[in-house]
């Protein structure tokens, strides 16, 4: 039997305009929103389960050494204890594989640390029968330490130069000989430092062992990596794990990861018996999971006189930990984004006595571009032209570095429409030109970019007997949409409107999903819910033609129309029937199809590989094209002459995320990115106390994220188009990008503003004196 089904949903691939909010391209409002608003959504630690107790963890106030002695008799006496965990009381776990899936040495692991190398480590935790009653008595365990010298961050002298990390590596042509020789040169080192992901939802989880079932609700942007994990910890199988995290109050790339947290309160819960609840406190969070890395870099360009870059020579040096690594790839934009004949970056890293730094939106990208977006603006000052027009003249055509054809770059597109919204054309070149009183004005712009992440996906999609439509999946939404989105999809491609559609979500025992991070989410989910839905479409017109009992059967149709809910001849001359009413006539209570982007040939291992490591993702630079978002970030500052005070008074951002699924969400993803920039180049850093090698303002009073008062209007506009190389639907990442160059056309604005360059983040009034 051939069936020719018309596939609602194909008509529109590639459009981003028509079809109504329902549509993959429309501009549906979060449909978790309500839940959200209305304090429906229950978040992870929010269960409310029998026999629930709680542990609170005892931290390392020393950054290194060793722990002496624990002494925990008055904890254990005091009211409502059920357990004091140390390293010599807490069981035995396994060395869990790393997100690579890199096979784990035959050690075994303990989350409460003897070993200190850093300040915040947990060293003990104590389980009671109130939250209360564990907070007192985590304040009675009484630790002692033997001290060494810590390294307290980058500018330690014991730091020294670090590892150099030799992957990181990129060069071609001659580099030092074509900057000796250039007109022109210049020179400079840019600094960034530790910042924090600071979610609303502090890190937290509830765990409950049945026998040797583990179920964990835990915040997360990735169930079934955190899921290999636990079940690597505990050697228990991995379908044995059961992940929960329907609903997350941000991660920002924080809580992608099974930390140590997590394994206390799993191996309690197993010790006791009993469910428990760990929640980290906010000063918790700073050191629970590393914030971005401190960076270092120095970027040299030698450029002709007419401003044509001959050769890029860059440096950069992350912080990592004393025992754990974390490589910032400082060159990654440096590397792509001018044409450059003559090229090389190279990167070291350098142990500190911290939490080993993580994943905080763009990691690598963001920092990059705050180097090579400052430079080519001091390359634009010092031979004269324009900042806008520096950057096109040196306009990469192709990946400079793969050299391979874009996909798709709108780049150019984004610098002339972000322009003329801004009005560049009214800037006054020299610094210091324009100014409202004792404000001084000015206009800077930066570009970002981000590579298009890809992996595969898999969903189910089922038609319900009411017509209506189920999507499941293990994949989550932290805020930016994937609820939504996955309900246009598969809305325009069965034929129901969205609000016949319920995604679940969030749930380890759904199809699996690789993780919610390197903007690759959405790409992945929509293909796999497109395959899924275009299978049960087809399924619903094959029972409708085949099914004697079917309407349609005696048409003796062979293409049926699904829309707005019914079924259609598409000639308007049989029946028309609700979905609900031919799944009954064919005596159907559901119909389910599961779908994935695997290649078709993948085992069953292979498919576990990909959901719970990121070993198979597929490098943007695969087959004949580099794939990657762009944006040109133009924004006004006003810098009170007299104080020092900048304020952002003017964003105005062109971008290109190829099709948008969803373009009202896509606005706040990259609105929301633009705001974590601000805060970036203004506010944020980790403050550390030297003689204890702490983070001192390790909350939100003193950590400063902007508010309101902070943020003005912020202009986004779309220049994206399809790109069918990047993703099945044609879209590219929205949620990095746009923190990505923020920063940079920030400092270049105060430097047209005040004639000071800020190399330094984030750009404080002490710092334009
Ligand atoms: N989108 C779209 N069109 C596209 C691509 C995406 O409309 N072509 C929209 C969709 O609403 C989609 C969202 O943008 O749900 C993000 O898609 P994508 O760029 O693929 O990113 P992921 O779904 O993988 O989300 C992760 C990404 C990352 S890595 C960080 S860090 C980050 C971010 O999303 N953390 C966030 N955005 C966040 N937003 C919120 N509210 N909270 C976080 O913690
Ligand atoms: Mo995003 S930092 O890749 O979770």
């Known amino acids: ?50 026999g629930l107790a709680y542990a609170v963890l005892v931290e390392s106030t020393i950054a290194s050494g060793k722990v002496r002695s624990i002494d925990t008799t008055a904890a254990e006496t005091a009211p409502g204890v059920l357990k004091v965990l140390t390293p010599d009381t807490i069981i035995s776990l396994r060395t869990a594989s790393d997100w690579f899936g890199t096979t784990p040495p035959d050690a075994p692991y303990c989350p409460l640390a003897r070993d200190i190398t850093f300040s915040g480590q947990h060293v003990a935790a104590v389980v009671a029968e109130t939250f209360e009653q564990a907070v007192a008595a985590a304040a009675l365990v009484k630790v002692s330490y033997e001290v060494t010298p810590a390294i307290v961050d980058l500018s330690d002298a014991k730091a020294g130069d670090g590892i150099p990390i030799d992957a990181m590596t990129k060069e071609w042509g001659d580099a030092q000989g074509a900057f000796a020789s250039a007109p022109v040169r210049i020179c400079a080192a840019y600094n960034t430092p530790r910042e924090y992901q600071a979610p609303m939802e502090p890190h937290g989880l509830i765990a409950r062992w049945e026998d040797d079932k583990l179920t964990v609700w ?261 805020g930016q949409g994937t609820y939504t989105i996955l309900a246009q999809t598969a809305a325009e491609t069965v034929g129901v409107p969205a609000n016949n559609v319920v995604v679940k979500l969030g749930d380890s025992r759904f199809p699996r999903a690789g993780v919610a991070g390197g903007s690759r989410l959405a790409g992945v989910m929509t293909g796999a819910v497109y395959k899924a839905a275009t299978a049960a479409l087809d399924q619903l017109v094959g029972l409708a033609i085949s099914d004697p009992r079917s309407p349609f059967h005696a048409l003796q149709a062979n293409t049926l129309v699904v829309a707005n809910g019914r079924i259609s001849s598409p000639r308007g001359d049989g029946p028309d029937l609700s979905v609900a009413e031919l799944l009954a006539s064919v005596g159907r209570d559901h119909i389910e199809a599961t779908g994935d982007t695997m290649p078709a040939n993948s085992t069953a291992q292979d498919r576990y590989k990909n ?144 004639g000071k360059r800020v190399r330094d983040l984030p750009i404080t009034l002490e710092k334009l004196i």
């Open 1 to 50: 039997m051939t069936v020719h089904n018309i596939r609602v949903g194909e008509s529109k691939r590639g459009d981003a305009s028509d079809g109504g909010a329902d549509a993959v391209g429309g501009r549906l409002s979060r449909v978790d929103g309500p839940a959200k608003i209305t304090g429906a959504a229950k978040y992870a630690v929010e269960q409310q389960l029998e």
């Open 218 to 478: 835990e915040p997360s942007q990735w169930l079934d990596g955190m899921a290999r994990t636990y079940a690597e910890w505990f050697g228990v199988p991995f379908e044995n794990v059961r992940l929960v995290s329907p609903y997350i109050g941000g991660g920002f790339g924080s809580k992608a990861l099974a930390l140590s947290h997590g394994a206390v309160a799993a191996s309690a819960a197993k010790m006791l018996s009993r469910p428990v609840r760990l929640v980290m406190t906010r000063p918790q969070t700073f050191t629970g999971y590393g914030g971005r890395a401190a960076t270092r870099q120095t970027v040299t360009i030698g450029a002709d006189a007419d401003g044509k870059i001959q050769s890029i020579v860059h440096r950069g040096i992350n912080e990592t930990s004393i025992d754990g690594m974390w490589v910032e790839p400082l060159g990654s934009v440096t590397s792509i984004m001018y044409a450059t004949p003559n090229f090389s970056s190279k990167q070291n890293v350098v142990r500190v006595n911290s939490v080993v730094p993580g994943a905080m939106r763009a990691p690598g990208e963001n920092p990059s571009a705050f180097g090579i977006e400052s430079a080519i603006d001091e390359l634009a000052y010092e031979v004269g032209i324009d900042p806008l027009e520096i950057r096109l003249r040196n306009y990469a055509e192709q990946d400079p570095h793969a050299k391979k054809a874009w996909s798709t770059r709108q780049l150019r597109e984004a610098f002339a429409a972000g322009a003329e919204r801004f009005g560049w054309a009214k800037r006054t070149p020299a610094p210091r030109s324009m100014r409202d009183g004792n404000q001084l004005i000015g206009w800077g712009v930066a570009a970002g970019t981000y590579p298009v992440r890809r992996a595969y996906g898999e969903a189910i999609v089922r038609i319900l007997a009411d017509g209506s439509v189920e999507v499941e999946s293990s994949s989550i939404d932290m």
């Open 611 to 754: 959901y719970t490591t990121i070993a198979m993702a597929l490098p943007h630079t695969e087959g004949d094209y580099s794939r990657h978002s762009w944006c040109a970030h133009f924004i006004e500052v006003r810098v009170d002459e007299d104080f020092g005070t900048v304020r952002v008074s003017r964003v105005v951002s062109a971008l290109d995320s190829g099709r948008l699924y969803n373009p009202k969400l896509a606005e706040s993803q990259w609105k929301g990115g633009i705001i974590m920039g601000i805060g970036q180049a203004l506010l944020e850093e980790g403050i550390m106390d030297r003689r204890h090698g702490r983070i001192v303002n390790n909350n939100l009073a003193d950590y400063l994220v902007p508010t309101n008062a902070d943020i003005p209007d912020i202009e986004v506009i779309s220049v994206g188009i399809p790109d069918l190389h990047s993703s099945v639907l044609g879209g590219k990442g929205v949620g990095e990008l746009a923190i990505v160059g923020v920063a940079p056309a920030i400092a270049n604005a105060v430097f047209h503003a005040t």
